[in-house]
């Protein structure tokens, strides 16, 4: 394992000089733009592979307004750090759900989420993000055809280039809750259970990995990592892509909980695990340990 095949997920809000503590992921900060540069300048020198960036929006509403607006948060970040931190690789987190006052991941018509409908924001906000500087484009909010969609407006726009990383298989899984605080993404009502995956149900992972390889996916990604350690293997084995992990809030959470008790040594709970979800078949990792790991490894 490297520094290198790490990427580092941050949170960048309105302001100034704002540096946030997330309560439940200690060492993770809700960060204003200027401290956002700083903390890429620092994990460009440790060597980590790229950033993964959420906003937080000024407002929220129905319509998930500053997702794909071209002055939204996550863009205005993004072009500050292209002419700060040209060399850093930057991916942008492409979803809804930190964008609606409902906290769901897409547009709700009738009580539920409206897939299709969706995907036009989904599009957009790709867009806006490439223009903005995004190296990589990451959607995860599982809904059926974004990766189609987003390729065809990328491609319209004079973005053939830009790659996307699909969250090609995400669960519907407990271990996005300490996530939901740090992004203030929990939905108002409902869960996502009818856009993201049945931990049950490993079989229907490689069909949405099918399908999203077909639509165009250039990187595909399994999520969480640690509970499902077999998809990963089994995606290695059976499509010749480079595949992605993501060791999700709760799996940091838990080892940080433990590990502040004194239950556990923080260092090698955090290289253990990397490391399985590495010898599983992840060529990248996504994780809120990718500074003190760099730091480690170099
Ligand atoms: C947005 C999104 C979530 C995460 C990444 N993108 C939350 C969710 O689906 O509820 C979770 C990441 C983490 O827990 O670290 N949809």
Request: with cysteine; net charge negative; proline share 5%.
């Amino acid at each position: 394992m490297t520094p290198s095949q790490l990427i580092l997920p941050l949170f960048v809000c309105p302001g100034e000089g704002i540096r946030r503590e997330i309560g439940s992921m200690p060492g993770n900060y809700q960060l204003s733009i200027d401290e956002l540069v700083r903390e890429c300048a620092e994990a460009h020198s440790l060597g980590i592979g790229g950033i993964l960036l959420f906003g937080l929006p000024e407002t929220k509403d129905e319509m998930a307004s500053e997702a794909y607006a071209e002055d939204g948060i996550v863009q205005r970040a993004m072009r500050a750090l292209k002419s700060e931190t040209p060399k850093l690789l930057l991916i942008s987190d492409v979803c809804n759900c930190e964008y609606t006052s409902h906290g769901h991941c897409g547009k709700v018509v009738d009580g539920d989420v409206d897939n299709d409908a969706t995907l036009q924001w989904l599009a957009c906000a790709a867009v806006s993000h490439a223009r903005a500087g995004a190296d990589i484009v990451a959607p995860s909010d599982m809904m059926d055809g974004r990766v189609a969609a987003i390729r065809t407006a990328l491609d319209r726009n004079g973005f053939q280039n830009t790659p996307i990383l699909s969250y090609a298989a995400k669960f519907a899984s407990v271990f996005y809750g300490p996530f939901r605080e740090a992004a203030d993404s929990a939905p108002q009502f409902g869960d996502r259970r009818s856009y993201q995956m049945d931990p049950a149900n490993g079989r229907e992972a490689m069909r949405e990995i099918a399908l999203d390889l077909e639509e165009g996916a250039d990187i595909i990604m399994i999520k969480p990592a640690l509970a499902y350690l077999d998809l990963i293997w089994e995606a290695r084995q059976r499509f010749d892509v480079p595949l992605a992990a993501y060791q999700v809030s709760g799996e940091f959470s838990m080892i940080m909980a433990a590990a502040g008790h004194g239950w556990i040594d923080r260092e090698r709970a955090m290289m253990e695990t990397l490391t399985s979800i590495r010898r599983a078949g992840a060529d990248m990792i996504a994780t809120y340990f990718a500074k003190p790991a760099a730091q480690l490894l170099s």
